[in-house]
């Protein structure tokens, strides 16, 4: 049961260069979350996608562009990588119907480094 | 404009004895809290919530106590143990938020042996 799988873990680019990453969840949950962990800043939300075929731009989206390829992927995408997005990115998921927990499931984490 | 406070980066306790973890808010729009538990090099995992309308949940040696007045909450671990040792998160839902959760700068928690 791999729950959250983000690819890769772990990623250097040269500012200006484009990349994508890339998450896959199989606990069949509807909503998906892209997150970044700054040293002192804690989580804050890039975008997310509440269900299939939405997305919509959380704390710090700028830079950044989504796709929610079907229910299982959620990709987060660089198109032109600058320093201040040296960080780690973390992909979440979450069931919206039926709780209202608020629980999220996080994968292990995708380290980017931009020089 | 932060809406969810930790205020102290760093706590250090002895096996055994009680950790206290506190986390204030300012958005009384909050209607969810919840705490999550971070090792090294993996994400982050759900440790135990509390809902607005309640004031005290506690799962084994884990208690969040939520003060609506003083919008406070604090998370109790009794006893502590040296595989508590992790970062922790205080995060927060706005009602009709699509879930979307408001997470502090995290306590780093120390228990030595």
């Known amino acids: 049961n791999a729950g959250v799988t983000q690819t890769p873990k772990f990623q250097v680019l040269k500012t200006g260069q484009s990349m994508t990453l890339q998450c896959a969840q199989d606990?069949?949950?509807?909503?998906m979350y892209w997150y970044r962990q700054d040293p002192g800043m804690g989580l804050r939300l890039i975008y997310y996608?509440?269900?299939?075929?939405?997305?919509d731009k959380g704390e710090v989206p700028n830079g950044y562009n989504v796709s929610r390829l079907n229910k299982r992927e959620f990709s987060l995408r660089l198109e032109s990588a600058a320093p201040s997005q040296t960080s780690v990115y973390f992909c979440?998921?979450?069931?919206?119907?039926?709780?209202?927990?608020?629980?999220?499931?996080f994968g292990e984490g995708s380290r980017l480094t931009v020089l | 404009d932060q809406q969810v406070k930790q205020n102290s980066p760093s706590l250090s306790v002895q096996e055994g004895r009680i950790s206290i973890l506190n986390c204030d808010y300012t958005n009384s729009m909050f209607d969810y809290f919840l705490w999550y538990k971070k090792y090294p090099a993996e994400g982050p995992t759900f440790l135990i919530s509390i809902s607005s309308i309640k004031d005290k949940n506690e799962d084994g040696r884990f208690t969040v106590f939520l003060n609506k007045s003083a919008k406070h909450l604090s998370l109790h671990i009794v006893p502590s143990q040296p595989g508590d040792s992790a970062v922790y998160f205080c995060?927060?839902?706005?009602?009709?938020?699509?879930?979307?959760?408001?997470f502090g700068k995290g306590t780093l928690l120390t228990v030595n042996p």
């Open positions: 979440a998921s979450r069931v919206l119907a039926g709780t209202n927990t608020g629980e999220l499931f």
């Open positions: 606990m069949n949950h509807n909503s």
């Open positions: 995060a927060a839902r706005g009602w009709g938020s699509n879930y979307k959760l408001t």
């Open positions: 996608s509440a269900s299939e075929g939405t997305t």
